[in-house]
């Protein structure tokens, strides 16, 4: 009997067996969805960096006979979008034609991330995050290298909404303020990483799960680390044609966690407004 789970809800319920390939195929086909109708198990192979066996052998272990059941389940979730430039250089430069039809297909891509972006902002993980960074009575956010300004960025404007927010910087070396911490005290930590990955987020991400925090990461299409560490990972299409992977549909992600958190505090978020902008009155802070 064939099983009814999506896509999205048969890697999910075989996400803790993954082996570390499986992972990096299973974050491709959840990021790239929508387009899964323009593929077949060569081109996933290739883009994810497995090969054709894994492909096949992965999608018989979430029940699916072949590619072509796959590909099925893909066409009902929405029309396709253009393919995904993979690589960097060398396949940025192939593809330069009239600038007109390069920023089309840019920008196709770019809102088919956008909308791919929303379709994650629900379920089980979703609602867990939202709780978390709503509830907890510390929330810690981290970001690194090409990141490090979305996460601050974050994490500033959280701070407007609620109290006991802090952007992890790992200057002290210890993460102290995370991990030794009161264990009196509820906390969660908010991880956003792209490629190449950072060293430091996946030991912070290690030392927080065994320290029994929440961790929450945000991260793009091939990220093959974090599921080892939590199940609450969250894939975002970063790659639309440019020659630096897009934070467009992150930012726009993290907006949607924003908003979420907003509506879970309700009117304490007026309130802190509040007395943050009589402070901002009284210190000068803006022109206006």
């Given at each position: ?17 993954m082996t570390r390939s499986e992972r990096l195929l299973a974050a491709y086909l ?259």
């Open positions: 009997m064939k099983s009814s789970l999506s896509l999205f809800e048969r890697i999910e319920a075989a996400s803790s067996e959840t990021a790239n969805a929508r387009e899964l109708t323009l593929e077949n198990a060569a081109s996933v192979a290739r883009k994810s960096g497995v090969s054709p066996m894994t492909v096949g052998r992965f999608l018989r272990t979430l029940g699916y006979d072949s590619f072509d059941e796959v590909r099925r389940e893909a066409s009902r979730l929405s029309a396709p979008a253009e393919l995904r430039i993979a690589g960097r250089f060398e396949q940025f430069s192939r593809s330069q034609g009239p600038v007109s039809d390069v920023r089309s297909a840019q920008l196709t891509q770019q809102i088919d991330a956008l909308v791919a972006a929303h379709d994650l902002a629900t379920g089980e993980h979703w609602n867990a995050m939202v709780r978390q960074v709503a509830t907890s009575q510390r929330v810690f956010v981290a970001g690194y290298q090409t990141v490090r300004g979305v996460a601050s960025d974050f994490a500033a404007r959280l701070e407007y909404v609620r109290e006991g927010v802090k952007f992890l910087d790992g200057a002290d070396g210890t993460y102290a303020e995370l991990l030794g911490a009161l264990k009196s005290q509820t906390r969660c930590l908010v991880l956003v990483d792209i490629r190449r990955y950072a060293k430091q987020a996946e030991a912070l991400a290690s030392a927080a799960t065994e320290a029994g925090i929440p961790v929450f990461v945000i991260t793009d299409a091939y990220c093959h680390w974090a599921r080892t560490y939590t199940p609450h990972v969250f894939h975002v299409q970063t790659d639309v044609g440019f020659f630096w992977d897009s934070t467009v549909a992150i930012v726009s992600f993290i907006n949607l966690l924003m908003n979420g958190v907003i509506e879970q505090l309700g009117k304490k978020v007026g309130e802190r407004v509040s007395r943050l902008e009589k402070l901002q009155d009284r210190f000068g802070a803006f022109l206006d």
